[in-house]
């Protein structure tokens, strides 16, 4: 007779940065896995803006596989200037104003690291290139419910697709970006939570050829750069190895709602130019190369009870959407990621009904972190955009709250959380198998860890 353990079946909903690399480091934490990723548009595909990993990012990274971090640093930019490149995170000058121009700081990277951006497409690229052959990859899958399918088998997930197919699994984990099917489905349309909300700023944003962008304003186009204004902010860097330059300039949306269904939409030169009438000339000089910006409604979520209902999840934008205010969107998704690969190891989930311990591990473990970052991002946008109490600039506490977020960050101990979760996912599992008070200690020990470091 056989004893070899059922296969578990995961279905990953969504392939953009978030899908691909959690298939990546399951492939690598449990190769017993059978891995589905589905996806809703007809190919891989990625925003062809730029995306940048802080330290966080980068420890969740080689924590997870050195292949990971090793595609990234494939499509990584640094800061161009040699003697900028080590230690700058960006260089922050006034936009507008009588000071316009004029330097406010340089913010330094956190120490020892050097600070970078990519391509989201060429990044996702690559991490696609590492996909194993073993992992089945759908695409034109767009999801439209999921739900328990007891009349298959007691515990498994049924996922419906607007085609009118449908799939089961074992474990279903919604990685669909910010307007998230999954979100949905998992909390029901009439929940509050259900849907991203409007932050009030916009962006427009463009990605402009290097050699332009430097004949228009000089070299310094090749480092970061942050003009902050009364009501906006723009921010420069350099991608795809210096070839090119990515711009966004946000806005404060002075209380107009957000009326259009779309949330990216075509927009001009003359519209950009009007926003940011009476900034400097370097910041107009950067605007001008933008033929056809595209203007982004800037969305977040409302914090939620909670990112897991038994062996269904979210993770991501589609668990916590952000602003961007504080660059760390991405970098938020890769740390979720790297929590959930290792609780979902063969000697934590021998079996299907294992997985609940271990969403419910992550969900504890994961969504205070989460929950903080979309609020401390949106004071950070207030901030960016001179958006001081009473209207009162100081820019040296500007300078100091701003490397206080950075640092809060990037400052965390990403292995020490997955033990602590690990251990929370232990002790409830051994309680629910009849032994409750057996590890009533560890549960509550590992409980309080867990609060103490977020």
């Known amino acids: ?45 990625e925003l062809s803006t730029g995306v940048g ?22 499509a990584k ?11 700058i995170w960006y260089e922050m000058r006034f936009g507008d104003g009588p000071r316009a121009g004029e330097l406010i700081a340089e913010v330094p990277s956190e120490q020892g690291f050097a600070h970078c951006n990519a391509s989201r497409a060429q990044f996702l690229a690559n ?20 739900e328990e399918d007891d009349e298959l088998e007691f515990g498994k997930m049924r996922v419906r697709f607007e085609d009118g197919t449908d799939t089961n699994a074992d474990a279903v984990i919604g990685c669909d970006g910010i307007r998230s099917a999954c979100r949905r489905i998992l909390f029901g349309e009439d929940d ?23 004949r228009a304003v000089g070299p310094e186009a090749q480092n970061r750069q942050m003009y902050l204004g009364k009501g906006g902010h723009i921010l420069t860097f350099p991608i795809r190895n210096g070839k090119a330059l990515n711009i966004a300039a946000f806005r404060d949306a002075e209380g107009a709602p957000w009326t259009q269904r779309q949330w990216v939409v075509p927009s001009s030169r003359d519209a950009i130019l009007k926003d940011f009438a009476g900034w400097a000339e370097y ?22 009870e909670t990112y897991a209902q038994d062996n269904f999840c979210i993770l991501g934008d589609a668990a916590h959407a952000t602003t961007p205010h504080l660059d760390a969107g991405a970098g938020f998704a890769i740390e979720d990621v790297h929590l959930l690969s290792g609780l979902l190891t063969p000697e934590l989930v021998e079996s299907p009904s294992d997985i609940k311990y271990a969403f419910h591990a992550y969900d504890i473990s994961r969504r205070p972190r989460c929950q903080e970052l979309i609020e401390k ?11 001081q109490p009473q209207g009162i600039f100081d820019e040296k506490s500007l300078v100091r709250t701003l490397n206080c977020n950075q640092k809060w960050v990037w400052n965390t101990d990403l292995a020490a959380n997955l033990q602590r979760a690990r251990s929370l996912s232990k002790a409830t599992r051994s309680e629910d198998s009849g032994c409750p008070g057996l590890d009533e ?5 590992a409980l309080q860890a867990l609060k103490a470091c977020i």
């Open 1 to 45: 007779m056989s004893s070899q353990k059922p296969q578990i079946r995961v279905a990953i909903i969504g392939a953009g940065i978030a899908g691909v690399t959690l298939a990546l480091a399951l492939s690598e934490r449990n190769p017993d896995l059978h891995l589905s990723i589905f996806e809703s548009r007809l190919r891989f595909s």
């Open 53 to 74: 990993f802080g330290p966080n990012a980068i420890q969740a990274m080689n924590l997870i596989s050195p292949k990971i971090t090793a595609a990234y640093d494939k």
């Open 77 to 87: 930019t640094p800061n161009m200037g040699p003697e900028k490149a080590a230690n």
């Open 127 to 146: 991490l696609v290139d590492l996909l194993s052959k073993d992992v089945e990859v759908y695409f034109g899958k767009r999801v439209i419910d999921v």
């Open 192 to 214: 509050k939570s259900a849907n991203a909300v409007y932050s009030g700023k916009y962006a427009y944003r463009k990605v402009v050829d290097m050699k332009k962008a430097i």
């Open 283 to 304: 910041p107009r000089n950067i605007l001008k190369l933008i033929e056809d910006p595209d203007k982004w409604a800037l969305f977040d979520t409302i914090p939620s």
């Open 377 to 387: 991002s949106r004071l950070q946008g207030q901030l960016l955009d001179l958006q």
């Open 441 to 445: 200690t560890i549960k509550a020990e």
